[in-house]
């Protein structure tokens, strides 16, 4: 602190004693100190009782009590903050029925556009950005802030605010304010220092400095930059693409399937099969395995038994039912009947439609149909059903012929299925329907 | 002695004298009297009703009468000794942070923490026909259990004899560190040595995680193995968040109770009712948050192994218990208890602690009944036991019974009973240095 912020005398009359004083501003207000916080609270309660209203306490710390000595409400700053929250609790639920329900409903498996518990995280989310939001930016309205400069900062003795100094200013702007009986006031309530704070001489010194200003100008005018760009390419056409700001690995000196090239005669990029040639491992010559036909002087037939290239054990029939489970039971059912969860969850729609019955033995198209046909049928579908040639290998495919097999077999069973020494004491259920 | 410091009031009555015997003694004549009338109702009950509700013994072929008795006392006993843990918590984190407003009603905390040797004597009552074969409490101990392949596997954790084990590791860590807690805070009161306030600091720091992973492993072994099928990592956490509410309600009511008999008039004020209240209200949010945690990754995730569990609260009767939770147990008070006078006028505060300790129980009732139906309904709405969340929601043998609540407030009376023993000599800790914070204590 320079010596010229000083007042030197604490009367601080203009032009007086000599040529070392300096000139004045205006009077601000008077600035007491007191030993203690309870003598704090004691002289703040005699400054209110006084009838006083714009006066202030500066303390090192927060003094319990001195809110009600000094006749402060309590802030409403929580029922703000509350209403910031609930602002944004509905704020959040609005914006995600707005984008997902309303203006761009998008059907992702079934689930309903609109469903309050996805939507809580969000809600929940804003609600607190909003209400921290709120107070803190109504903590620094609530509190007059940004002040970076204060009349009272002159007095030599409030650069110890932060350390030992508790201090009563009154402002002169108080419509009780006297210049004699003030100051009595405060030492009649025990302070061990009045100090009368005037304003600086100089007017510039009060004002902003310019620089301030024009930072805080050019700035805000540069932040809405970004606003403006988006704004123009909202409302405007541009035949150029995108500015690729991060090119990361997208361009690159290669060629992609399909893609032109003026290497070869063809024009293509891609080089095809030489003619008369089979890839290592890709020699599908075996009708039988990998088509499931039969060769025959009469002509050519779905096969009715399985390639020999299987063992047909154990170990096939559980590979078998394995793969079944996977792909076939959500359309057929684990039982093969033809009600599986998808025709199960149409049901509950209201639809009507049943994947093919494979055990049905009052229909027994699917029983009596040869093991190619089963074969052909899981390779390249059937009606609505698609090929799984591209999911499911051969050899898993005769594994799932196999096991439908074996499902034709056991939900068809009868008591003669069973070794006849197991028999006693069975029932026959109904006719399964 | 400056503002933020204060002396023990000189009128201040803060000696026990008579009110511990006299709270044991009120406790023991609940206890006795709601137990009888829990008994007298299962003797004279329909023994069918268990029968609907699966609960047959398996090598007599006779319903299980007892069963509806057991689950009750489980949901009762998880009552009291989620309020124990609650308030224990309080003192290990006062410790832990050098806390200061709470030092005036330390002293209760720890005479409710001290309860728990008392507590956990009594769930010997379904920890012993556990070990002695009773098969119809807990599903995995039931011979059907190892049919299930989804439970084969877990039943190396869960057998009784092992169940057992671990409940009496439980009992003795907890009961041993309530009590060194305890022990030494009354030398303090002897000698007022300062040293002991560090001792104690520098315990609670291992003493919080202890405390942690045995209140998450019993949770997980006492209520979450209700329905063995279902797992939820979280669930020890949600547990602990609403034995908190029930643990600082609970606080609130006795101390309340304390002062009405003219004890520690001058020393509680409502600063520490205020105080009592925040935590109430923290954890009335935590519970919520940890519960939507909970439901809402197995709602997204609808795993069926997860979402049986909810598809049994959220659907048919129980779904009413749901909402009600949701509301009673969260947005009602929730709202209210935001407030800071809701907190600090002390009928208001009196009002949401005994309604947070109802829902308090209802949370653990919501979380362990669903699990008593064993029923599967099978061709002709035949039905077999097949352990619990096994049929369809459409059916319930749940029900009402009226010793659902005479066995919960029986259990009450064993917990006043546990805490009127504790509570002897001086009701507030008179050496410890920082009692003087803690009674000027005030809430800016």
Known sequence: MSDER??????????????????????????????????????????????????????????????????????????????GGFAGTVGGLVLQWWCNAYNWPWNISGKPAWSIPANVPIGFETTILLAVFTSFFGMWIANKLPQVWHPFFRAERF???????????????????????????????GAISVERVHFDPSPAVRVMPKWITAFIVASTAFALIPFAVAAKARTSHST??????????????????????????????????????????????????????????????????????????????????????????????????????????????????????????????VIHMPNGQLFNTISNGYNTMMGYAAQIPHADRWAIVLYVRALQRSQNAGLDDVPADHRSGMQMPEAPQ | ???????????????????????????????????AISILVVVFSDPETARNAGHVDHATGEPAKWARFLYDYVIGWSYIFSICVGVFWLVLLHHLVRGRWATAVRRIAEAMATALPVVFAAGLVFVIPLVAGYDNLYFWAHPDAALSPTLAHKLGWLSPGFFAVRYVF?????????????????????????????????????????????????AFDILMSMAPKWYSTIYGVNFWGSACVGGFSALGLLVL?????????????????????????AFTFF????????????????????????????????????????????????????????????????????????????????????????????????RVSAGPLAGSIAYHHVGFS????????????????????NLRGNLIPVKDPTLGLSLAHENL
Request: proline share 5%; hydrophobic share 40%; with cysteine.
């Open chain 1, 159 to 189: 650069n110890h605010i932060t350390d030992d100094a508790f201090l009563i200013g009154i402002e002169v702007r108080d419509r009780r304010f006297d210049g004699e009986a003030t100051p009595k006031l405060l030492a009649d309530a």
């Open chain 1, 240 to 365: 150029e693409p995108h500015i690729h700001i991060f090119p990361d690995m997208d361009f690159q000196p290669k060629y992609k399937s399909d893609q032109a090239m003026d290497l070869f005669g063809d024009g293509r990029e891609n080089r095809g099969e030489i003619a008369g040639t089979v890839a290592r491992g890709s020699l599908d010559a075996d009708d039988l395995f990998f088509r499931g036909i039969e060769h025959a002087p009469d002509g050519d037939s779905w096969t009715t038994k399985f390639p020999a290239r299987l063992t047909i054990n154990d170990q096939l029939m559980k590979r078998g039912k394995n793969r079944f489970e996977i792909y076939c039971t959500p359309c057929h059912g684990y039982d093969g009947r033809g009600m599986g969860a998808v025709p199960t969850r149409v049901a509950a729609g209201g639809g009507a439609w049943q994947a093919r019955n494979l055990v049905d033995a009052g229909n027994p198209v």
């Open chain 2, 257 to 281: 109770g304390i002062q009405r008999t003219g004890r520690l008039t001058h020393s509680v004020t409502p600063e520490h009712y205020h105080d009592i209240g925040k935590w109430m209200f």
């Open chain 2, 1 to 35: 002695m400056s503002v933020l410091q204060k002396s023990l009031h000189p009128d201040e009555k803060y000696k026990a004298g008579k009110l511990g015997q006299g709270l044991s003694r009120i406790g023991l004549g609940i206890a006795v009297v709601f137990f």
């Open chain 2, 287 to 382: 519970w919520a948050y940890t519960a939507f945690s909970q439901f809402m990754l197995q709602w997204y995730g609808n795993m069926p192994e997860e979402t049986v569990w909810y598809k049994y609260r959220l659907f048919g009767d129980w779904q009413w218990v749901s909402i009600a939770m949701l509301v009673g147990f969260w947005a009602f008070p929730f709202v209210f208890l935001m407030s800071r006078w809701t907190k600090r006028i002390v009928p208001s505060l009196v009002f949401f602690a005994v309604w947070q300790l109802v829902f308090h129980w209802l949370d653990l009732y919501w979380n362990v009944m669903p699990s008593y139906d064993w029923t599967l309904e099978v061709h002709d709405k035949a």
């Open chain 1, 6 to 83: 000083t007042p030197d005398s604490p009367s601080g009359d203009d032009d007086h004693g000599g040529t070392a004083v300096r000139r004045e501003g205006p009077l601000f207000g008077v600035l007491a100190e007191f030993d203690t916080p309870g003598e704090l609270i004691d002289a703040a309660r005699k400054v209110r009782a006084a009838g006083y209203t714009e006066f202030d306490c500066y303390s090192p710390f927060p003094v319990h009590g001195i809110d009600e000595a000094m006749g402060i409400r309590r802030t409403i700053l929580p029922v703000i903050i509350f209403l």
């Open chain 2, 170 to 218: 439980y009992a003795v860590v907890f009961s041993a560190m309530a009590a060194y807690f305890a022990r030494k805070s009354r030398q303090q009161d002897e000698s007022g040595d300062p040293k002991i306030s560090e001792t104690l600091r520098v315990a609670s720091g291992p003493a919080m995680i202890v405390y942690s992973l045995v209140t998450c492993f019993a």
């Open chain 2, 402 to 421: 009226p010793i659902d609540i005479t066995v919960w407030i029986a259990l009450i009376g064993v917990l006043l009973f546990g805490i009127g023993r």
